[in-house]
């Protein structure tokens, strides 16, 4: 919750909507985008949990790894970089 949310009740209330299993599903079916919220699983269209593209069987999570955050100064070098990339200079 931001610090300087203007209704904290309201904002604590708005999440704890979203964190309905018949929301979230809805909003993984229309975004067809994984969600964490186990409960929603048997609401999720078959099509979309069924598309490992949006939820990896288990052989290829185990093949996925996180990057880990790197130090601010190694950041900033990968940030230009990219920028450098995308701009094409």
């Known amino acids: 919750m931001p610090v300087d949310a203007p209704d904290e009740k309201a904002g604590y209330a708005f999440m704890n909507y979203l ?3 018949d929301v979230m599903a809805g909003i993984s079916n229309h975004v067809r ?3 964490g919220n186990r409960q929603a699983d ?3 269209d078959p099509v979309i949990k069924n ?3 949006v939820y990896p069987s288990p052989e290829m999570m185990g093949k996925l790894f996180a990057l880990e955050a790197m130090p601010l100064n190694v950041d ?3 940030t230009r970089v990219w920028n450098k990339i995308r701009s094409g200079s």
């Open 19 to 21: 964190l309905r299993p």
């Open 33 to 35: 985008y994984a969600n």
């Open 42 to 44: 048997s609401l999720i």
């Open 51 to 53: 598309d490992t593209k």
């Open 76 to 78: 900033r070098v990968r």
